[in-house]
């Protein structure tokens, strides 16, 4: 509940905290539960399994004994309310985060399991030879079966700052504690089997018992726990029978699924319907199921499941429009972005509402999409989903834009604003101007609204010193004002410590400054995109940049993108900056092998004479055995390569020709490096290697 949801507008445990004042110091544990269970049996004799899982979450007291459950959780709490939402999402977080999909499959696993059991039904000798039983009990013997548990806390200090110093430093300073507990731990030992028939203990148990829920408060230290299958809830023994079942869904699974999905393949008759909505539940900046490649299945496509995604589909697209219209509006501020923005986008509203602007609303079709190519981007932030939202200045004009997902960018509304006219009275000026006095000096100031207000409500004696982070933020604000300001080193560096691409807006001058750039970079790496060409040729800078976006390499300086170490270092952060290094580099054998062994796809980048060279191939797959699966068929075909590789690491026989994994000699170097290579191999042809063998043997 701590990170960026899955959901769009799903707001963390920690949003709500920030939203009930952060002074509040919670202690709490959540846990996974589920709530309901059900065997289906269909008239074809097929079983299908159906759980409807939750969150549930509890407060808890620290004493002197330890943390325990409070007598009473307020419904209103942080961390009730992200288990509330948490449930009412729950389909749509499953089909989208890897972790939780595959945590429903094994509530639905052990639901078919305990039916099997209750209902004693006898299975087949065959569905006992499924899986190397050896093999399972040598792999169950070194395998810790106990999960870590996670234990959150998040603190929250305040400064009180007065003339530049901090008040009552003697006294310390005070803080307050959000502190989130929760884990995993599996319990299958709890299953009601009927007598006569009940497994072996050790067949069954998987960890110490499952958790109950609580509904008295516990006694004594509480161990957090993460997840409550429950399942001696259920009765399953009676299974609940439905119809015949309809034709398959016109759908695929694995990287076929995943092509049909990005238009890359065409998809299956009477599959375009299911594809659209389909794209919508895996986007990929809410969805790491992509992860999963030739193991990903398809969700459940019955109308009844379809309904439930697609109503939560719209509420997503409710919350998108919102998000529009708002931004779109002239109530929307740079800072103050409202509850329907990450909290990310908000910082401080006295700033963002110090300046009194009147916008008018102008026709968008006063500026044209290349107008925005010489525009200053005032903001430029994404959501979640990766709705792209963009705020430029051009011309006297204000105009803000949006960009869905792989979408294209769309002006949604233009403003001309001014600043509004204050009536000024200059207390020092004895007498009054007259129309023919002649002027001989005039001053521009920047005046803050705010201060204007309080120096009118009482003398300078009683006005309150704003803290220096009040201070530093309407400092950063002022570079987007007028040109003036821009050579400001002061208003530049609070500019660039808050966003390090305001570095745009600085003067030649100040994009010269070491101390300026470095701090820019450090914020965001691409700042260097900014920052004068002689510190886009210093190592430092450059270095300091692509530590933080190792793209950052886009923007050095020609013979700094020809530097072994600054473009190393660049791919150990991220193996894409390759393709910004040059091209001395992009052919440098060991980048290139530092870059495959963080993702197996850079490898796509090596030149010809590289990819022609069996022992870098080599090399490459022994880094990342990944790097097969988009080698050329010719190499893939290769006996001795091919024999050389398997003997390192037995996975890779995965990806060998079909003819190599006949191949007696590499099917047994496979298996013996790993015993789990056999699953990439025919039964029929490991029966015949081992027969050889034990005949070579004999």
């Not at 107008?371 to 705020?391: N, P, Y």
């Not at 300001?485 to 070491?514: H, N, P, Q, S, Y």
């Not at 004068?532 to 190792?550: C, K, N, P, Q, Y």
Request: proline share 4%.
């Amino acid at each position: 509940g701590e990170y960026e949801q899955p959901v769009i507008g799903m707001k963390s445990a920690f949003d709500f905290t920030e939203a009930e004042g952060i002074d509040n110091e919670w202690f709490a544990r959540a846990w996974f539960v589920v709530n309901d269970a059900e065997v289906y049996v269909t008239e074809d004799s097929i079983l299908i399994p159906r759980v409807e899982m939750g969150v549930e979450a509890r407060e808890q007291e620290k004493k002197e004994s330890g943390v325990t459950d409070a007598p009473v959780t307020r419904p209103d709490h942080p961390m009730v309310r992200y288990a509330e939402l948490f449930t009412h999402n729950f389909e749509l977080v499953a089909e989208r985060k890897s972790v939780v999909h595959h945590l429903r499959e094994a509530a639905k696993a052990s639901i078919l399991a305990k039916f099997l059991l209750e209902a004693q039904v006898k299975l087949e000798e065959r569905w006992f030879d499924l899986a190397d039983w050896s093999a399972v009990k040598e792999a169950a013997l070194g395998c810790c079966l106990e999960v870590p548990q996670l234990w959150k806390d998040r603190t929250h200090s305040e400064l009180r700052v007065k003339d530049g110093a901090i008040v009552d430093a003697q006294k310390g300073v005070s803080a307050s504690t959000a502190s989130l507990y929760g884990g995993v731990e599996f319990g299958l030992g709890r299953f009601s089997v009927p007598p006569g028939r009940r497994a072996p203990g050790h067949m069954l148990t998987a960890g110490a018992g499952l958790m109950a829920r609580t509904i008295a408060p516990a006694r004594g230290v509480l161990r957090p726990q993460g997840v409550d299958l429950n399942l001696d809830r259920f009765n399953l023994s009676e299974p609940v029978k439905l119809g015949a079942r309809g034709p398959p869904p016109a759908v695929m699974a694995g990287n076929a699924f995943w092509c049909c999905i990005d238009g890359k393949a065409a998809p299956p008759a009477g599959g375009d319907e299911d594809v659209a909505f389909l794209k919508e539940v895996f986007n990929p900046h809410l969805s790491d199921r992509r992860s999963e490649g030739e193991r990903f299945v398809c969700p459940d496509l019955s109308a009844s499941y379809t309904k439930r995604l697609k109503d939560l589909l719209s509420e997503e697209a409710e919350v998108r429009k919102q998000r529009k219209d708002h931004f779109l509006s002239k109530e929307f501020v740079i800072g103050d972005a409202g509850d329907l923005f990450p909290t990310s986008w908000s910082f401080s509203v006295e700033v963002a509402q110090a300046l009194d602007l009147r916008r008018n609303p102008c026709p968008p079709s006063m500026v044209s999409p290349k107008d925005l190519k010489s525009a200053v981007v005032v903001l430029d932030k994404s959501t979640e989903d990766g709705v792209r939202f963009r705020i430029y200045k051009h011309n006297a004009l204000e105009v803000r834009t949006t960009q869905d997902h792989n979408g294209v960018e769309t002006i949604g509304s233009v403003y001309s604003f001014a600043q509004c006219r204050q009536d000024y009275r200059i207390a020092s000026m004895k007498g009054s101007i007259r129309g023919d006095d002649k002027v001989v000096k005039v001053t521009i100031a920047s005046v803050d609204a705010a201060d204007m207000a309080a120096s009118r409500e009482g003398p300078a004696t009683e006005r309150k010193t704003a803290p220096a982070s009040e201070r530093k933020d309407r400092l950063a604000k002022l570079i987007y004002s007028n040109g003036a300001l821009r050579a400001d080193r002061e208003v530049v560096m609070a500019a660039v410590e808050k966003d390090g691409l305001a570095l745009e807006r600085a003067t030649d001058d100040l994009k010269a400054d070491r101390e300026i750039v470095q701090t820019a970079v450090l914020d965001k790496g691409r700042a260097l995109e900014f920052a004068s060409e002689g510190l886009r040729g210093d190592r430092d800078a450059v270095m300091a940049a692509i530590r933080e976006d190792a793209c950052a390499l886009e923007h050095a300086s020609e013979e700094l993108r020809g530097d072994r170490e600054v473009a190393s270092e660049a791919v150990r952060h991220n193996s894409f900056a390759i393709t910004f290094a040059a091209p001395s580099m992009r052919s440098d054998r060991d980048i290139i092998l530092a870059s495959v062994q963080r993702n197996p796809f850079a490898l796509e980048h090596a030149p010809e004479e590289l990819m022609a060279d069996r022992d870098f191939l080599l090399a490459a797959v022994r880094k990342n055995a990944l790097v097969l699966e988009d080698m050329p068929k010719r190499v893939r075909a290769d006996r001795d390569f091919m024999l050389r590789v398997v003997q390192g690491n037995g996975f890779a026989l995965k990806y060998a020709s079909a003819e190599l994994r006949e191949d007696s000699e590499i099917i047994l170097a496979a298996v013996d490096q790993d015993r789990r290579a056999s699953e990439y191999v025919d039964r029929g042809a490991l029966a015949r290697a081992l027969e050889t063998r034990e005949r070579l043997q004999a």
